[in-house]
């Protein structure tokens, strides 16, 4: 079982529409969590962080985590032909001194007009 | 200015040779990490170190060598490069401990062939 999962997609939403990304973990010991965006040829840059139960809200973007699941989720609402990209999940252990970022295999979204 | 930068963006090269990338940040971060991302979009783990000293060694091939002359500096030294080898390698930082929202900070990625 790799330790984050995500549908590779890819993922077809309408412009204007909710585009939903999901995520699950494996080790409950994880201690945030992490929505990364990223272009083709570009490097990934971070767009949401969430390590508490619930939901948390940024503009266009909502995380929601449920830790007893062991689940992570992306919304992104009016969704924008720029929105267009893979959506990286990660999360983040805390290992010896330091800590760990695993990512997902990512989820490729596109946004038709 | 660049927060994490490395040398250099693109490395072409045939099987058998060996070859160096390099990384600086600039953040003041404690960890520093290398990925490797495949052509399938994986972005897999492969070295962590915190504060110079290697903290995770993900099973990667030991032609595959890092080495951290400092906290500010990451550099990754492949031996007998093979074909499997050829992907994007990224950089990256974070403030590290065991701090909750240790977000990664990438560098622009090197991709590599091998030919």
């Known amino acids: 079982q790799k330790e984050v999962e995500q549908n590779s997609g890819p993922l077809s939403v309408p412009e204007g529409a909710i585009a939903s990304l999901n995520c699950t973990y494996s080790?409950?010991?994880?201690?945030?969590f992490f929505w990364y965006r990223q272009y083709s040829g570009k490097s990934p840059e971070l767009i949401m962080f969430?390590?508490?139960?619930g939901d948390k809200e940024d503009g266009r973007f909502t995380a929601q985590l449920n830790k007893a699941s062991q689940y992570v989720s992306l919304l992104i609402r009016d969704s924008q032909p720029s929105d267009s990209a893979t959506y990286l999940c990660?999360?983040?252990?805390?290992?010896?001194?330091?800590?760990?970022?695993?990512f997902g295999s990512g989820t490729r979204l596109s946004i038709r007009p | 200015d660049t927060a994490v930068s490395q040398t250099p963006k693109y490395l072409v090269t045939q099987m058998g040779n060996d070859k160096s990338i390099k990384c600086e940040q600039n953040?003041?971060?404690?960890?520093m990490y290398w990925y490797k991302q495949d052509s399938k979009k994986f972005l897999k783990i492969m070295f962590s170190?915190?504060?110079?000293?290697?903290?995770i060694n993900e099973t990667v091939p030991n032609r595959f060598s890092p080495k951290s002359p400092d906290k500010a500096h990451l550099n990754l030294h492949i031996n007998s490069l093979e074909l499997g080898d050829s992907a994007v390698y990224f950089c990256?930082?974070?403030?590290?401990?065991?701090?909750?929202?240790?977000?990664?900070?990438f560098g622009q990625g090197t991709r590599l062939t091998v030919v």
């Open positions: 990256a930082s974070s403030q590290g401990g065991r701090e909750m929202n240790t977000e990664a900070f």
């Open positions: 080790d409950r010991g994880s201690q945030s």
């Open positions: 969430i390590y508490s139960n």
């Open positions: 990660a999360v983040n252990r805390a290992y010896s001194s330091a800590s760990k970022i695993i």
């Open positions: 953040l003041g971060h404690d960890t």
């Open positions: 170190y915190n504060n110079k000293e290697l903290i």
